[in-house]
């Protein structure tokens, strides 16, 4: 599957973005999916992750309350609306895909190429 994420952009502390993956190939709906984050100078951390029928998600304690995913797998389309966005939230976000639901960054097999999100005090 490939993965093409897109929605980033600029935005003042307390806005909100949605950040959009759109997947290509076959069987979307039998891939979990995730969002990370990576901020300049740390590592890759997990945002979220929804199971393969999005009846399941989990969220990192930064975002939990803020983040919500979603996907339609009518779309092949995996979506992160971010409210209440803080300047920490500030990183290049990557959708991702695995076989199974995971909350490991090395189990997730397919990658989108990232979307920076900039979130101004």
């Known amino acids: 599957v490939q993965l093409q994420a897109s929605g980033g952009g600029l935005v003042q502390a307390g806005g909100s973005l949605r950040l959009s993956c759109a997947a290509s190939g076959r069987a979307f709906s039998s891939y979990a999916m995730a969002w990370f984050r990576q901020a300049p100078g740390k590592e890759r951390e997990l945002v979220a992750t929804i199971s393969r029928s999005g009846g399941v998600t989990y969220y990192g304690d930064t975002v939990k309350g803020r983040f919500t995913i979603s996907r339609d797998n009518a779309k092949n389309t995996v979506y992160l609306q971010m409210n209440s966005l803080k300047p920490e939230d500030t990183a290049v976000y990557y959708c991702?895909?695995?076989?199974?639901?995971?909350?490991?960054?090395?189990?997730?097999?397919?990658w989108g190429q990232g979307t920076l999100v900039t979130v101004s005090s």
């Open positions: 991702a895909a695995a076989h199974f639901d995971s909350l490991y960054l090395n189990e997730y097999d397919y």
